[in-house]
């Protein structure tokens, strides 16, 4: 994870903004990766939530023609 932290703010205009904030309020580069790597974590979470509730709907959806 902590190796996709370091990358992604080259790729992610978000992440990038956020990295460079912290940079420039004098964070170290350990604690970039730390909130990048949390950040991602939260979007994957959030992603992975909203994927279950679709899913949910849609069986719901697929049971009503039964």
Known sequence: MFQTAIVAPNHDTVLKI?????????KPQEFIITVVARKLTSAHVKARQTCIAHSAKEIQSLEAFE
């Open 18 to 26: 956020l990295a460079e904030q912290f940079r420039d309020a004098g």
